[in-house]
């Protein structure tokens, strides 16, 4: 497989990729919210979820996928393919605002 | 050629995709802003929020395995580990739903 740099095919990328952490992260939490109600054992596993760094990728991650994902939905039912990479860039500008707010709160 | 464990061409799952994907972006930021930042403190123990974080899992597990499932359908071609992979995922949601399900259902019991 052959991957080409351009806008909508690194968004595409990207998409995937940030899809495939963010459900892992989602999976662990899940695991280990329901070890802290009956287990106990996975201590370490909660703390790594915790970790700033971590929850500043997750962050990142998730925006930019709910970003591109809202852009997505533009290009498939609206009139998005015609301005399809002018919007990723909007989104990211939007992205970027989020971003800033999340870091603030974190 | 057609491979096994493709249904009925992924139409359906396309369109839930997503819907389940524009649900869980609006879930998502409440759950954020209530449970994790702290910004509105709530009782997550009352029935309403036990069927928001009920519908919250079911749709991130659906929107979840359905990715994974998009990567199995591109970068695997064997066709007994395509069928095989399917199945784990069945399984990884069924067990994923009863783990979330236990825990947040019974809070303030």
Known sequence: MRYRWQTGATAWLLHRLTGAAVGIYLLLHILGQFDMKYGGSLEGLRNFLNAKGIAVVLLAFLIYHTLNGVRELIVDFGQGALYHKKLFWVMMAIGLAFFIAGLIAL | ?109
């Open chain 2, 1 to 109: 050629m057609t491979y096994p464990a493709t249904g009925n061409g992924g139409a359906f799952n396309w369109l839930f995709q997503r819907i389940s994907g524009i649900v869980i972006a609006v879930i998502l930021f409440i759950h954020l802003g209530t449970v994790h930042f702290g910004i509105s403190i709530v009782d997550l123990g009352t029935p309403a929020w036990k069927v928001f974080h009920l519908v919250f899992v079911i749709l991130l597990l659906y929107h979840i395995l359905n990715g994974f499932w998009l990567f199995i359908e591109d970068y695997v071609h064997t066709p007994w580990l395509r069928v095989s992979l399917f199945g784990v995922s069945w399984v990884v949601g069924i067990v994923f739903f009863i783990m979330g399900f236990v825990t947040f259902v019974p809070f303030g019991s």
